[in-house]
């Protein structure tokens, strides 16, 4: 299984980002894969790099043709092959509390 870390950034546009953020999020549903959205990015999980890739490229674009005259995406990408993660399964090792 592979997980991602995906960030878009459109430059230049207002400082609210929702729009093209909801554009994303369109893209990674309509594709029918796994995600989670955090304030600072979205966390994918897909089973191959291609897929990833083919998804990445759509968002990317996407934000584009939202009206975006410049964007900045980042991804990081977690491709293990020694035993199967998923999102959940690398929250469950941690032992944390998180104050509010």
């Known amino acids: ?3 991602a870390q995906l ?3 459109p430059i230049g546009k ?3 980002l929702h729009t093209y953020v909801q554009k994303v999020i369109d893209i990674l549903q309509s594709e029918k894969i796994s995600f989670e959205t955090n304030a600072m990015g979205t966390i994918i999980e897909t089973d191959s790099l291609e ?3 083919t998804v990445v490229e759509k968002a990317h674009k996407a934000v584009l043709s939202a009206g975006a005259q410049r964007v900045i995406t980042e991804l990081k990408i977690d491709d293990r092959h020694d ?3 998923t999102m959940k399964t690398k929250l469950a090792q941690l032992n944390f509390s998180q104050k509010t």
């Open 1 to 3: 299984m592979i997980i």
């Open 7 to 9: 960030s878009i950034a």
């Open 14 to 16: 207002a400082t609210s």
């Open 51 to 53: 897929k990833l890739f």
């Open 83 to 85: 035993k199967t993660a």
